[in-house]
């Protein structure tokens, strides 16, 4: 099979890095559902990519409801054919210091990283263990390794490494791998949303962003695209349940 023949799916899609993953693998060939909360958010990604040739369906869907997922998932399979590319990239933030953090934005926080990957995978994997084929990519974060005012990101996306990690275990019999992309510092409304909380207008909270970081400059949603494009690739069918981190220099 090859990649004219493969659905992906990409969660928070309207925008930011899903939208440049959704592009990116409209330009690999790959047929691709644009998911987000919000349809009308979601068709201006899949017009660009329908402009460039490719084919792109739009789908409204909170990643964080049951139905919903379960919905959106079929009518992916129904109109665009079986998905058997994943990328849980659907996130939020809602950072505070731990004393000052509510339970709504822990809940909040937990329930699109990982109820949200949870749901997804588990509609999806139905579909990639049918086609003997399947590509699951966790968004995780360079945060999961703690970072201050992050409590519920950094948790959720630790959580996000271990439910790919698990991925892997299972569904590596049915040709199906999981992993999980780690970004550092990107430049995208979620980023200039932080640089906005802490009163830093966002073309200084880049620069020094680029300073402290070894190849001295912010990343873009294509940085992570790329790797996104290679992990979901038949080349990529032995790697499996890693973590890479897309931070212009090493983290651990
Ligand atoms: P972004 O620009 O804020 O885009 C996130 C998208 O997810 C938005 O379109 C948002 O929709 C959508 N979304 C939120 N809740 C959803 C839900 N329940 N169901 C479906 N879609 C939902 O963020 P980004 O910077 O591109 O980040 C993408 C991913 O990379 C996230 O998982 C983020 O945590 C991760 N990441 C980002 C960075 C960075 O530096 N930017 C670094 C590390 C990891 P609305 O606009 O309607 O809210």
Same mark, same amino acid.
């Given at each position: 099979?090859?990649?004219?023949?493969?659905?992906? *799916?990409?969660?928070?899609?309207?925008?930011? *890095?899903?939208?440049?993953?959704? $592009?990116?693998?409209?330009?690999?060939?790959?047929?691709?559902?644009?998911?987000?909360?919000?349809?009308? %958010?979601?068709?201006?990604?899949?017009?660009?990519?329908?402009? @460039?040739?490719?084919?792109?369906?739009?789908?409204?869907?909170?990643?964080?409801?049951?139905?919903?997922?379960?919905?959106?998932?079929?009518?992916?399979?129904? @109109? $665009?054919?079986?998905?058997? #590319?994943?990328?849980?990239?659907?996130?939020? *933030?809602?950072?505070?210091?731990?004393? !000052?953090?509510?339970?709504?934005?822990?809940?909040?926080?937990?329930?699109?990283?990982?109820?949200?990957?949870?749901?997804?995978?588990?509609?999806?994997?139905?579909?990639?263990?049918?086609?003997?084929?399947?590509? #699951?990519?966790? $968004?995780?974060?360079?945060?999961?390794?703690?970072?201050?005012?992050?409590?519920?990101?950094?948790?959720?996306?630790?959580?996000?490494?271990?439910?790919? !990690?698990? $991925?892997? #275990?299972?569904?590596?019999? &049915?040709?199906?791998?999981?992993? %999980?992309?780690?970004?550092? /510092?990107?430049?995208?409304?979620?980023?200039?949303?932080?640089?906005?909380?802490?009163? *830093?207008? /966002?073309?200084?909270?880049? @620069?020094?962003?680029? !300073?402290?970081?070894?190849?001295?400059?912010?990343?873009?949603?294509?940085? #992570?695209?790329?790797?996104?494009? /290679?992990?979901?690739?038949?080349?990529?069918?032995?790697?499996?349940?890693?973590?890479? &981190?897309?931070?212009?220099?090493?983290?651990?």
């Amino acid at each position: 099979m090859t990649n004219e023949t493969r659905t992906a *799916i990409v969660t928070g899609a309207a925008r930011g *890095i899903g939208a440049a993953i959704a $592009l990116r693998f409209a330009r690999d060939g790959l047929r691709v559902a644009v998911l987000d909360l919000e349809e009308a %958010a979601c068709q201006a990604t899949a017009d660009r990519i329908a402009a @460039e040739g490719g084919t792109a369906l739009a789908v409204g869907c909170d990643v964080a409801d049951e139905d919903a997922v379960t919905s959106a998932v079929a009518r992916v399979a129904a @109109e $665009l054919g079986a998905p058997t #590319i994943l990328v849980n990239n659907a996130g939020i *933030i809602r950072d505070n210091l731990i004393f !000052k953090m509510t339970v709504d934005d822990w809940d909040a926080v937990m329930s699109v990283h990982l109820r949200g990957a949870f749901l997804m995978s588990r509609a999806c994997q139905a579909h990639m263990k049918d086609a003997a084929f399947g590509r #699951i990519v966790n $968004l995780s974060s360079t945060s999961a390794l703690g970072n201050r005012g992050q409590a519920n990101y950094a948790a959720a996306k630790a959580g996000m490494q271990g439910l790919a !990690k698990t $991925l892997a #275990i299972e569904l590596g019999r &049915y040709g199906v791998t999981a992993n %999980a992309i780690a970004p550092g /510092f990107i430049q995208t409304d979620m980023t200039a949303a932080t640089a906005e909380r802490v009163g *830093i207008p /966002f073309d200084q909270f880049l @620069e020094a962003a680029a !300073k402290e970081i070894p190849v001295q400059r912010v990343g873009q949603p294509e940085d #992570i695209a790329a790797t996104a494009s /290679f992990l979901c690739s038949q080349d990529a069918g032995f790697v499996s349940g890693q973590v890479i &981190y897309v931070a212009g220099g090493p983290r651990d």
